[in-house]
């Protein structure tokens, strides 16, 4: 009898956090799979460091929105866990209505408030006098859709078929280019799951004590070290007002010769240096 791994995912059911889950689970060629609806990031981090699933999904970055901070501080806070992977799920929203009705039923547009906000000018062109009320989620605003005629829901592909709705008009974000990135985590030590020939590492770096040149010494090392950053990000350590640390993305895994001489240089000049995982690049 096989064994069943568990993905824990933001809650509820249908929304792009599923999708992901999802993808996720195909890229690691697992057989039994059960998926985990959580109502928090916390909780979902809690979920895996306590055992209580193996992985857990939470989004990281969003292509117009920035970095998730929710997210971020999870792993800025906690150390229980650690990404082994990510992936990015691009985000197309639709009009859904109840396979019953038409646009003439449809007196009411339901959605999440981003889902909403993401296709501000196509509901301005197109259903400028319709009611607009605001869901818990995006999926929540397609099964409003499926149980009411008169509702008109906007949502993912997967939400649509997942609610069983007719999907009226595909593609009405306001920016096509609209992505999230997501990572999966696993507890500390969880051995890669994923495939891939490039290697990401993500850090948490705090600063010993706030300075002029603080970023500079710390942009220095990884220069002198010949090693790449994709992306970097401050946040307040919530120890008191000016009291930042950063989060920096690189090239390479944290075993490769470069980045290990970089990350024993910061060492030594920084109160901490936290390593979030080696992954997989998509």
């Known amino acids: 009898m096989s064994e069943t791994t568990t993905i824990a995912y933001l809650a509820p059911e249908g929304t792009y956090s599923d999708e992901a889950a999802r993808i996720f689970a195909s890229k690691m060629h697992v057989g039994d799979v059960e998926f985990m609806a959580l109502p928090s990031f916390n909780e979902i981090y809690e979920a895996v460091e306590r055992g209580r699933c193996e992985y857990g999904v939470m989004p990281i970055e969003n292509s117009l929105e920035g970095a998730v901070t929710a997210t971020l501080d999870a792993f800025a806070f906690r150390s229980g866990c650690s990404i082994v992977g990510s992936t990015v ?21 339901a959605s999440h408030p981003q889902g909403l906000g993401q296709c501000r000018r196509f509901l301005n062109e197109h259903f400028p006098t319709l009611e607009q009320v ?13 149980e009411n ?26 920016h096509y280019g609209n992505q999230t990135k997501f990572v999966l985590v696993a507890r500390t030590g969880h051995p890669q799951v994923i495939e891939g020939k490039k290697m990401k590492t993500s850090l948490a770096l705090f600063l010993e004590n706030d300075r002029p040149g603080a970023l500079q010494m710390i942009l220095s090392e990884f220069n002198y070290a010949e090693v790449n950053l994709t992306m970097i990000q401050s946040r307040p350590t919530k120890q008191g007002l000016g009291d930042y640390m950063f989060f920096i993305d690189i090239e390479g895994s944290q075993d490769d010769l470069p980045v290990r001489t970089a990350l024993d240089c910061l060492r030594l000049k920084l109160r901490e240096v936290k390593i979030l995982g080696s992954y997989p690049t998509e």
Not at 154 to 159: D, E
């Open 89 to 109: 799920v691009d985000i197309h929203h639709c009009l859904f209505l109840n396979p019953e009705a038409s646009l003439a039923d449809v007196t009411t547009i």
């Open 134 to 146: 605001t869901a818990k989620s995006t999926a929540d605003g397609v099964r409003m859709a499926s």
């Open 149 to 174: 005629k008169h509702i008109a829901g906007i949502g993912s592909k997967y939400a649509g078929s997942l609610f069983d709705c007719k999907m009226e008009i595909e593609g009405i974000e306001d």
